[in-house]
């Protein structure tokens, strides 16, 4: 498992089919600014000193609930479970539904 393909809000960018289809590196590599524009979650991460959003003390947060319950990018707690496994140094992922 690729580690900068993990992304700061839990999902595994490894498998996700922009990565190819449009060269996306992630947003560890691209600094939070993607093909579709700045990541809210990335700029957070970096501006804290955070490697992803797990290790942040106030995790979840309203961003990443409202991206957990967003109706097309939302999951089923996979990344908040990503998240608490690559806080614990678990290399480990669940893919998104």
């Known amino acids: ?3 900068m393909l993990k992304a700061m809000c839990g999902a595994y960018c490894g498998t996700c ?6 060269g996306c590196k992630g947003c560890r ?6 093909f ?18 797990g ?20 999951d089923s707690g996979a990344r908040l479970r990503n998240l608490r496994n690559w806080a614990q140094g678990k290399d480990v992922f669940e893919e998104l539904r």
């Open 1 to 3: 498992m690729d580690n």
């Open 17 to 22: 089919e922009w990565k190819d289809r449009v």
């Open 29 to 34: 590599a691209c600094a939070s600014n993607m």
């Open 36 to 53: 579709w524009g700045v990541c809210d979650k990335a700029r957070c991460c970096i501006e804290h000193g955070f490697e992803h959003c």
């Open 55 to 74: 290790f942040c003390p106030e995790v979840p947060c309203q961003r990443l609930l409202d991206l957990f319950s967003d109706p097309e990018h939302g």
